[in-house]
């Protein structure tokens, strides 16, 4: 009876580590683009991360998911390839993009609604007569559909960010309450992949995650705060501005500056005398 009913919470936190692990490879790919490298992410904690996949229970395309993003995590190389990316920041952007020049231009919210979604809707046919994944165009259709809502409700052209403002403070509440009990996020979702439960018993390499989080901690508390204060005064322009800019671009520069964090981090694990057994 205690298997039967501890069965379904065990298949949940599989189904979310398993989101967790695409998710976070999803982003690094389609967001930056970053080609192959070779991996540090070999030896001890190698294995011990596919022994943690396997004991909960993790097919064979779950395990390929997370060793591409343990390779991508850990590799000592940083190059860069437009494969994938440019297409991925082109369907984020874009309809935003449409929505400001079409409220400038006209400064009528109904215009500027209806060329994004439009637009929206044009990126994701294209994609998909191309057969090429439409699922960012979709979530970027799905996204602009929210806040037309809110705007054609309101009235109010700044409002058309509002679903972001509120995802962004979401995040940022996340972080620092992962950071005040001691589990980073960017550990929880990362650590376990590379060598599952390990991560936190080494003293360096939760540091290190600390940092990962508190950077991106830093970046989404900036990015809620610029945002809500031009949202106060209703200046759709430089809100409009500001969220192309501190929108992607900045979080490339998260990614960025936490994969340098990590990988050095792992460098200095990897480097370190083995004790002798």
Known sequence: ????????????????RDVGCRTGLWFIRQGLGFGEARSFAEGEHVMAAERWGRTRGAGPGVMRARARLREWVTAPEFTVSGRGGVRGLFDAISPHLVYLVGFVATEDVTVAVWSAL?????????????????????????????SALIVLTSGRGVDFYLPHILRSMGVGLVLLASLLVGRPLVGVIVGPVID???WRADTAMLRAYRWCTAVWAVAVICRTAV????????NVLALGL???VLGIPLFAGVVYVDLRILRRAYAVRRARPRPER
Do not use: K
């Not at 439409?134 to 602009?144: D, E, K, N, S």
């Open 1 to 16: 009876m205690v298997t039967t009913s501890l069965a379904p919470r065990a298949a949940v936190d599989n189904r979310s």
């Open 118 to 146: 439009g637009w929206s809707g044009a990126l994701l046919v294209w994609r998909a007569i191309r057969r090429r994944p439409i699922r960012q165009a979709l979530t970027g259709m799905l996204l602009v559909g929210l």
């Open 196 to 198: 599952g439960s390990h």
């Open 227 to 234: 945002s809500l204060s031009l949202y106060f005064v209703d």
């Open 242 to 244: 500001a969220h192309l």
